[in-house]
């Protein structure tokens, strides 16, 4: 079934009609072959922005367009056959409408989206946040209680795609530093000199070893964060600081492609003065290392309701 996720935030509010068409994407959050289409379809009406839409792609697929369900959900916006045939449109204008296109099922969930919005445009509040609270508890909960409802399964839902969008939104603004930050480097610097172990999460039966997301996974773990296991999932834990604008605790990410962090391989823990610690390669421990290699990609400030969001099933 297709989910609205995923709303923008600027300076703490959540961003309505007015900022929409000035959210900008992460450096590489989306792929690049789909970045276009979210830029232009996320700005379709003021309930939504390229932020919410590329929150919503990745929630629901991870950006993969042939992804299928248990419950028949088709595509990379995993639309139900039935929703598909209602609300689905000819995006790319070819004569068709295919949900295993992308070029039609991203406009497609733009366009239901807004839709969505339409049913609760006359409710007080948040445009953005009475939709997404419309998907989940129904329009007529949202009109009965003049917006979100008071119902837990709906706020902390429209909390956590709040949070999960802003990994796919450029920061406008100085991004606040992570409190559990040095606690992390703490855990990573008691591990220095382990063998680096393929596939290591630093169990016993491991011997206490470690790949480059499994160091990274448990040095938030020890500071309550719960990091995915893969290194391209731990990038969206937050938003995404400048390399100017690095602080230690930040991960540091490293990609095959410059345009899209599906294709990141390697991260590690920012220290400071251009080091992370990282767990490198096989034959090698875990050290320090610089990070301005050619393949660096960006970074992301871990947060714990960032790394709450984050879905499970990408």
């Not at 139900?80 to 295993?100: F, N, S, Y």
């Not at 007080?124 to 939709?131: F, R, T």
């Not at 009109?143 to 999960?164: A, F, S, W």
């Amino acid at each position: 079934m297709l989910l609205v996720v995923g709303v923008y935030i600027v300076a703490g509010n959540l961003a309505g009609g007015a900022a929409a068409g000035g959210v900008g994407l992460a450096k590489g959050a989306v792929p690049a072959a789909y970045q276009p289409l979210v830029q232009k379809w996320g700005n379709l009406c003021p309930a939504i922005n390229p932020a919410l839409l590329a929150a919503q792609l990745y929630q629901e697929s991870g950006f993969n367009p042939g992804a299928r369900s248990p419950a028949k959900a088709q595509g990379i916006a995993q639309f139900i056959p039935g929703t598909w045939a209602t609300h689905g449109v000819d995006g790319d204008g070819d004569g068709d409408r295919d949900v295993w296109d992308p070029d039609d099922a991203i406009p497609s969930a733009a366009s239901y989206d807004c839709e969505l919005a339409k049913y609760v445009k006359d409710v007080p509040g948040d445009v953005s946040a009475n939709m997404l609270a419309a998907y989940n508890a129904g329009a007529y909960a949202v009109i009965r209680y003049g917006g979100v409802p008071p119902y837990r399964e709906t706020r902390n839902y429209v909390k956590t795609i709040t949070t999960l969008s802003k990994s796919f939104a450029a920061p406008v603004a100085r991004v606040d530093p992570s409190r559990q930050a040095a606690g992390a480097i703490a855990y990573a610097q008691s591990k220095l000199g382990t063998p680096y172990l393929w596939g290591g999460t630093g169990t016993a039966a491991q011997s206490g070893r470690f790949d480059c997301s499994g160091l990274t996974q448990a040095a938030y773990d020890s500071v309550g964060i719960k990091l995915p296991r893969v290194a391209n999932d731990q990038y969206n834990a937050g938003p995404h600081p400048a390399r100017s604008e690095l602080l230690p605790g930040d991960l540091v990410f490293f990609s095959h492609d410059p345009n899209d962090s599906r294709a990141i391989h390697h991260v590690g823990i920012y220290v400071g003065g251009g080091y992370m610690i990282d767990a490198p390669r096989t034959g090698a421990v875990i050290r320090f290392d610089p990070i301005d290699g050619g393949d660096y990609f960006g970074a992301t400030r871990v947060t714990e309701d960032g790394a709450k969001a984050l879905p499970t099933h990408v």
